[in-house]
């Protein structure tokens, strides 16, 4: 099979489109209310997922609490799923923003 100049053009946008339109946040979590969140997980706890989103120079960081959590996929393609007893109700977590370093 031949591939033209402008069947190489063509493959050619279509990765730069796919590396521009896929940030590389690391996992997606996915709510039991139907949300998905791309971000970076930056902590576990037996209650709460703690992510990052990053806007430029700003990072926010969140917290969901993990009985809310459907699902994880993972960097590594690996999938966590989460009953809906594998955790008790905690307060609502606040949102904290920071500046990269």
């Given at each position: 099979?031949?591939?033209?100049?402008?069947?190489?053009?063509?493959?050619l946008?279509?990765?730069?489109g796919?590396?521009i339109?896929?940030?590389a946040?690391?996992?997606?979590?996915?709510?039991?209310?139907?949300?998905?969140?791309?971000?970076?997980?930056?902590?576990?706890?037996?209650?709460?997922i703690?992510?990052e989103?990053s806007?430029?120079?700003?990072?926010?960081?969140?917290?969901?609490?993990i009985?809310?959590?459907?699902?994880?996929?993972?960097?590594d393609?690996?999938?966590?799923?989460?009953?809906?007893d594998?955790?008790?109700?905690?307060?609502?977590?606040?949102?904290?923003?920071?500046?990269?370093k």
């Amino acid at each position: 099979m031949r591939v033209g100049i402008s069947g190489v053009i063509f493959l050619l946008g279509c990765a730069a489109g796919f590396i521009i339109l896929n940030p590389a946040y690391g996992e997606t979590i996915y709510t039991k209310d139907g949300k998905k969140i791309q971000a970076k997980i930056s902590e576990k706890t037996d209650t709460t997922i703690w992510y990052e989103i990053s806007s430029g120079d700003i990072v926010e960081e969140n917290g969901i609490d993990i009985s809310d959590v459907e699902k994880i996929l993972n960097d590594d393609g690996s999938v966590s799923k989460y009953s809906p007893d594998s955790s008790k109700k905690s307060a609502p977590a606040s949102a904290k923003k920071k500046e990269k370093k």
